[in-house]
Nanobody, 123 residues
């Protein structure tokens, strides 16, 4: 039985930082990702990390500001978000995938498990 527990999020001022965590249990995955969805917009992939070779992917608009990482021992992945701006305001979801590694950006449909989401609001 797979369980995902998200933590972090909340409110931040423009230019500030927030850290998100997603702890997984019950399975070890190949790809760990973060998506976000703002009101009235489609869900978009923000960052991802493949455990096979440690390769990462970032949405262009967050490149250089966000960092994704994964702790194998804890089966937890993180999203460090720096230099936040109001356009980063959204519900953030962790997403995990098993199976083959796919090229990025990956469709949300290619992920097997999702967290419930945590709100990040930047003002």
């Amino acid at each position: 039985h797979v369980q995902l527990v998200e933590s972090g999020g909340g409110s931040a001022l423009a230019g500030g930082a927030v850290r998100l965590s997603c702890a997984a249990s019950g399975y070890t995955f190949n790809t760990y990702s973060w998506f976000r969805q703002a009101p009235g917009k489609e869900r978009e992939g923000v960052a991802a990390i493949d455990t096979g070779d440690g390769s990462t992917y970032y949405l262009n608009s967050v490149e250089g500001r966000f960092t994704i990482s994964h702790d194998n021992a804890k089966n937890t992945h993180y999203l460090e978000m720096n230099g936040l701006n109001p356009e980063d305001t959204a519900m953030y979801y962790c997403a995990l995938a098993i199976g083959e590694y796919l090229p990025y950006p990956r469709s949300p449909d290619t992920y097997n498990y999702w967290g419930k989401g945590t709100q990040v609001t930047v003002s």
